[in-house]
């Protein structure tokens, strides 16, 4: 259990990087080389020697507070290694399912992917196996079939999934078919079943549903040199940047996946020295 709960947090180890990094620029380095294939394979051995070792450290004469408990088997360093690959393995998996995405192909490839199939944080998939492990915890305790519950919450859990992915493909195949148009289709918060569409036009422009987003241009903003490391990190991870107006005339990089027009959240780039240049005229 350690194995396969601590080997499918543990590629979140990136986040360490918001000790050494200021600003934006952890959108640059997350869900990246912790994702990647080395990761998937050097993470699970190391957790799985420090599990091997504690188990040893257990079995040594003399520890009786922190002793192995009796009965249990000592573990097999080959089955705690599948088992903390299978973890960590799931973390990139889920990770790949929303708009935000991952590079599942670091260090060999620096390239996003996306899902677009839940929201980051799913209330509905937290729910159903939050209740699947209060209720298998409940049938053990009174000496009932506990594992059950974990069976039937994993076949739902697939089946949502499966589910919410072709909601995602069928708005995708139904949404505007015109040459120059990308479209992603953003799942909500709450209503999962819902999609939020935004919509890049020939010009560049991201449109939310019907509404243009952004006031200035961003090609001039795309050339400016990148000794400013948040511009940089940002638009290496921004998958529908646009570039909004500030009130005193400089420029606030926005990404359309992420935008909330009252908030000046952890996905916005203030650029102060950069004026912000007018759209063409439509």
Sequence with gaps: MPALIIGAN???????????????EHLG????????????????????????????????????????PEGRLPVNFEWLYLLSFIGCLTHPALDWLNVYGIRLLEPF?????????????????????GFATWFSLRREKRGGEWRRPAHVAIAVALAYIGMNGAITKIAEVTGPQISGYRTIESPLPLTSWQRETLTQKADGQWWIERDLVGECALDPI??????????????FWSRAPFAERAP??????????FYDPRARDRFTVALPDVKCEELPAR
């Excluded at 294939?37 to 699970?44: E, H, N, T």
């Excluded at 899902?115 to 799913?122: E, N």
């Design 29 to 68: 380095f997350r869900r990246g080389i912790t994702h990647g294939p080395p990761a998937l394979v050097l993470l699970p051995l190391v957790l799985a020697g420090l599990l091997y070792g504690f188990d040893r450290w257990q079995a040594k004469p003399g520890q009786k507070r922190f002793g192995r």
């Design 248 to 257: 005193d005339g400089s420029v606030l990089l926005r990404d359309a996946r």
């Design 109 to 129: 490839s620096s390239r996003w992917f996306y899902g677009d199939t839940l929201f980051i944080i799913d209330v509905w998939l937290w729910a159903l196996m």
């Design 222 to 235: 795309r050339k400016i040199p990148r000794g400013n490391r948040d511009l940089a990190a940002f638009l």
């Design 10 to 24: 543990l590629p979140d180890v990136d986040a360490a990087c918001f000790f050494w990094l200021d600003g934006v």
